[in-house]
Structures are given as C-alpha cells and as structure tokens.
C-alpha cells in the first residue's frame, strides 16, 4: 500500500527536495507525494514539486484578510475561513500524512480539526530544541543566546503539530552544540542547520508514515 504524503511549504524548499529525493530513491517506504501547497506564489519550493511532477497549489491568506475589517476579529475570521478552506483543499488528496517543512503560518482548529477527523498525521519541522524558541526566527534567536552566553546548544525536531505553536510531542530530536570559531557567524551556521534538517526530515517521515 502506497502512503500519500502531502507537503506544505512557504519558500525555498531545500527540506522539499530532501524528501522528493527520498521518495525517488525509495529511501522512505512505498510513499509518493500527492501535492506541495504553498502560500508564498514564489517560494521556490514551486518549482523544485512541478521539475519533479508533483501537482502544486498556491493558497493565500491575503484575499481572506480582504473581506474582513482590519481588527482583531476581522483577521481571526480571515484565518479560520483560510484555515478551514486549507483542509478542504489538502483533504482531496486524500493524504495519509501532511508535512510542514518550513511553512510560515499557524494552524488552527478549523484546519486540524477535519485532518485528525480523517486520521491524518501532521508532522512539523522546526529548527529548535522541544521548548526552546518556539515560533520564527528560532535559528537567529538561539544564536543571539549562545552569543549572549545564554545557552550552548541548539537542535533540529520533527514534532506532532497542535495549535499550540510547536508544542507538539516531538518525534525526533537533534541536537546541535555552537562551536566557538566555527559558529559565529549566523548565516554559516543556519547552513549547518539546514544540512542536520534534512536527514531528520527523512528520519521523523518515516516514523509517520510507518504510524499510519
């Protein structure tokens, strides 16, 4: 039996192709990835599903924002409708699993609710420990901290996805210690990072689809 995997992205895609490589090199069991959604028109993540002829759809949140006054309720409506309208969209495809591989927005009950309905695992990436610098800009936060003195290891996670944001029960943990003349440099060492993402991702897929 074939797992259908569906993935949701906001830009480059680096952690995307890791997987459509995965995929080709059967290195994740019987999987085949069903749709890459993004709700950046040019996240490059695109281009990177349809060279490897994957369908695509682009979903965002702006028209939503447009029929709602600009207040607090307004963009919470906006959000549920965007939210809800996702699931819809993501449901079609009749995944088994959804993975969150660098996609910038929070998900809300109207969006994972009709997803557990149907028994459909969603996993998240985040570049952090379990507890530690939750939401964006993880990587540049927890550098600004070592750089304070304020910690000496960061780390990588795939995590079960809640509307808590990242809170999720974490499948796979790595950690990552900062090296003193290696590490000060922060765009060297979101590269190192992004090189520990990619084989997590695999490693925290193959966990979620053997669960399904």
């Known amino acids: 039996?074939?797992?259908?995997?569906?993935?949701?992205?906001?830009?480059?895609?680096?952690?995307?192709?890791?997987?459509?490589?995965?995929?080709?090199?059967?290195?994740?069991?019987?999987?085949?990835?069903?749709?890459?959604?993004?709700?950046?028109?040019?996240?490059?993540?695109?281009?990177?599903?349809?060279?490897?002829?994957?369908?695509?759809?682009?979903?965002?949140?702006?028209?939503?924002?447009?029929?709602?006054?600009a207040t607090e309720d307004g963009v919470r409506a906006a959000r549920e409708e965007y939210d809800a309208e996702l699931a819809r969209l993501v449901l079609a495809d009749q995944p088994a699993v959804v993975a969150c591989l660098g996609f910038m927005h929070v998900l809300s009950p109207r969006f994972l609710g009709p997803l557990e309905e149907a028994g459909v695992v969603i996993i998240n990436l985040h570049p952090a420990l379990p507890g530690a610098f939750n939401g964006v800009n993880a990587i540049e936060r927890a550098h600004t901290a070592w750089k304070a003195g304020e910690i000496s290891k960061t780390g990588v996670m795939i995590h079960k996805v809640i509307s808590e944001v990242d809170m999720g029960t974490p499948l796979v943990v790595r950690e990552i210690p900062f090296v003193a003349g290696e590490d000060e440099d922060v765009h060297v060492f979101e590269k190192k990072v992004h090189a520990v993402e990619w084989g997590v991702v695999i490693e925290g897929l193959r966990m979620a689809?053997?669960?399904v």
């Open 1 to 69: 039996m074939t797992t259908r995997l569906s993935v949701l992205i906001s830009g480059n895609g680096s952690n995307l192709q890791a997987v459509i490589d995965a995929v080709a090199a059967q290195q994740l069991p019987a999987t085949t990835i069903v749709r890459v959604l993004s709700n950046r028109k040019d996240a490059y993540g695109l281009e990177r599903a349809r060279v490897a002829s994957i369908p695509t759809t682009y979903h965002n949140l702006v028209k939503y924002k447009k029929q709602h006054p």
């Open 209 to 211: 689809i053997e669960s």
